[in-house]
C-alpha cells in the first residue's frame, strides 16, 4: 500500500460554512493560490449548485491553480452533478464529490427511503457522474453511524459503479478513534475490489476527537485525509490539516508522509484567520500563539538548554521564526511588511503606506505592537472598500451621566450626521447610526474578545444582525471597545445596504 497520504483540503467549502466566516471570490482565490503553494492534492472549491456565489468561484478557483485537483460537491442528485460539471470546465484536473447519507437515521427521516433505495441512488449518481469525468469520489455521509455490513455493500456498489475515492465521513463526530479505525480496517475486509479506490476521511469534531479519528484511519488503511486549514468548519470544526500533517512529521517510525510543505503552514493559518475574521484559539496545537510558549520556569530552563526538552516540533518547520522581530514605534517599512506577510498578509506598496501610518499612530500609544494588533490595522485598510465609512465618532459617559454618541458617516460620498443616547456609549452609538440608515436592523449578537492582558491592547468584536429575516456578520478591532463595537455594526450593514 502506498505511504502518501493525500491531503483533501475543504476549507474553502466545509469550512466556510461556519456563520461569519464567508469568503469573496477573491478572497477564496488568494486561499486557493496559497493551498496549491502549500502542496495539497484536492482543493473542494465549493457547493456550485448551491449559490451563484459557489458557482462562480469554482470556476475562478479552476483557472487560478494549475496542479491540484479541483473538486466540487454535489449530492446525489441529476441537477446538481451537472451544475458542478459545468464550473469545473476550466479544471486542469477535476472531480466530482456526490453522495448520499447512508446511516439509518438519515435513510429513515432525511431521505424518508430504505437502504435498497438508497443503494440504487449512490450507484446512479457515480454512474452519472463518471459520463462528465473519469475522478469521481463518493461520500457515505454519516458513515460513522452507518453498520459496517451495509456500508461495505454501498461501498462495494460504487467502487463498482466506478467510484475512485470513497469517503468515510464521521458526519456528526461521534465516532470513538477505536471504533472509527475499526470501520475503516472492516471496509479493507470486506469489501471486494476495494483496491482499485482511495478511501478517505472526513472527520468533525464535536468530541474533539477528528485528528485522532483520522489518524486512526491512516493507520487502517486510508490515504486521503480531508482536512482544513485550523481545523475551521462547521459547529466544532473539522480535523486541522497542520495537525494531521504534524503528526505524520514527527511520527516518522510510520513510514507515512504527505506532499506539504511545512514552512508554509504558519502564514497560511493567519491569512485564512484573518480572511475569515475567525481569531485562532491560544492554545490551539501547532498554530495558536501560545503553542512554542513556556511560561513555567522549569520549562524556560529546560528549552533553553536543549529546546527538544519541551518542543517536539521545531518552529521553523511550520514557516514561525522563533527569533521574531519586535514591532515597535522605530521599525520601519520593511519589518511592518515582513510580519504581514508571515501572517499571509500582502499589500500593495500604496496600502502598505497607509497601513505604516497608521501603525506609527497605534505604536506611539503602546510599548510594542503585537500580531494582532498589525492583522486589525490591515483590515482597516482592507474596510476602505466600504460603501458605509465611519468619518468621525465621540461618545461620552460616566458616573451619573446619560451615555451620549455623535457619529459622522460617508455613505458612498455624501456626509450624514446624527447624535443620540442610550444605556451605554456603544448602545448610544448604535442608535446615532440607525437614525442615518434608518432601515430595520435587529442586533441578535454582540462579542467582546480582548487579545492580550494589557488595558491598551485591541479588542475584537464580533457582530450578528438580522434584517428582513436574514443574518448578516460584523467584524471591528481596535484599541477603543467603542470604535471596536461600530467598526463591526458598520461592516454588518455594509453586507447587506450593498445588496
Request: hydrophobic share 35%; glycine share 8%; aromatic share 6%.
Amino acid at each position: 500500500m502506498d505511504n502518501r497520504v493525500q491531503i483533501f483540503d475543504t476549507t474553502l467549502r466545509d469550512g466556510e460554512q461556519v456563520p461569519g466566516c464567508q469568503l469573496n471570490t477573491v478572497e477564496k482565490i488568494q486561499i486557493a493560490k496559497e493551498l496549491e503553494s502549500l502542496g495539497v492534492d484536492v482543493i473542494e472549491a465549493g457547493f456550485p449548485v448551491s449559490s451563484p456565489g459557489d458557482f462562480n468561484s469554482v470556476i475562478e478557483i479552476s483557472k487560478a491553480v494549475t496542479w491540484p485537483t479541483i473538486c466540487a460537491l454535489t449530492r446525489a442528485v441529476d441537477k446538481d452533478i451537472d451544475v458542478a460539471a459545468e464550473a469545473l470546465r476550466y479544471a486542469k484536473h477535476k472531480r466530482i464529490h456526490t453522495g448520499i447519507g447512508t446511516s439509518d437515521s438519515h435513510i429513515k427521516y432525511k431521505f424518508n427511503s430504505t437502504r435498497e433505495e438508497i443503494l440504487e441512488r449512490a450507484v446512479h449518481a457515480v454512474k452519472y457522474a463518471r459520463k462528465y469525468v473519469e475522478d469521481v469520489e463518493f461520500y457515505a455521509e454519516d458513515a460513522g453511524r452507518t453498520d459496517n455490513e451495509y456500508l461495505a455493500r454501498v461501498v462495494e456498489a460504487v467502487i463498482k459503479a466506478g467510484a475512485t475515492v470513497v469517503n468515510i465521513p464521521d458526519t456528526t463526530g461521534y465516532c470513538l478513534p477505536e471504533e472509527y479505525g475499526a470501520k475503516i480496517k472492516y471496509l479493507f475486509e470486506h469489501v471486494d475490489g476495494i483496491d482499485k479506490a482511495v478511501i478517505s476521511t472526513h472527520c468533525h469534531n464535536d468530541l474533539g476527537m477528528a485528528t485522532a479519528n483520522t489518524f486512526e484511519g491512516i493507520r487502517n488503511g486510508a490515504r486521503q485525509v480531508e482536512v482544513t486549514i485550523n481545523g475551521v468548519g462547521e459547529r466544532a470544526g473539522n480535523t486541522a490539516l497542520e495537525e494531521i500533517v504534524m503528526i505524520l512529521k514527527c511520527h516518522k517510525d510510520t513510514d507515512l508522509y504527505t506532499n506539504i510543505n511545512t514552512q508554509k503552514i504558519y502564514s497560511l493559518s493567519r491569512m485564512v484567520s484573518n480572511l475569515m475574521n475567525m481569531p485562532v484559539q491560544p492554545n490551539k496545537a501547532i498554530v495558536g500563539r501560545n503553542a512554542f510558549s513556556h511560561s513555567s520556569g522549569i520549562h524556560q530552563d529546560g528549552v533553553l538548554k536543549n529546546a527538544q526538552t519541551y518542543e517536539i516540533i521545531d518552529p521553523k518547520d511550520i514557516g514561525l521564526d522563533e527569533n521574531s522581530i519586535v514591532l515597535t514605534a522605530r521599525s520601519g517599512h520593511a519589518a511592518l511588511k515582513y510580519r504581514l506577510e508571515t501572517h499571509g498578509v500582502n499589500l500593495s506598496e500604496e496600502k502598505l503606506d497607509k497601513v505604516y501610518e497608521e501603525f506609527l499612530k497605534l505604536a506611539d500609544k503602546k510599548k510594542e505592537i503585537n500580531d494582532d494588533d498589525i492583522l486589525m490595522l490591515a483590515g482597516s485598510e482592507r474596510a476602505n472598500d466600504h460603501h458605509i465609512k465611519v468619518d468621525w465618532l465621540q461618545a461620552t459617559s460616566g458616573i451619573g451621566m446619560k451615555p451620549v454618541a455623535s457619529i459622522g458617516l460617508d455613505i458612498s460620498g455624501e456626509k450624514f450626521e446624527a447624535a443620540a443616547t442610550g444605556n451605554g456609549p456603544v448602545d448610544a452609538a448604535i442608535h446615532a447610526v440607525r437614525q442615518i440608515i434608518k432601515k430595520p436592523v435587529t442586533l441578535t449578537e454582540f462579542t467582546i474578545q480582548g487579545v492580550s492582558k494589557g488595558s491598551d491592547d485591541t479588542c475584537k468584536v464580533h457582530m450578528q444582525v438580522e434584517h428582513n429575516g436574514r443574518i448578516y456578520y460584523g467584524f471591528g478591532a481596535s484599541t477603543d471597545i467603542v470604535n471596536a463595537s461600530i467598526e463591526a455594526y458598520v461592516d454588518a450593514l455594509n453586507k447587506f445596504t450593498a445588496e
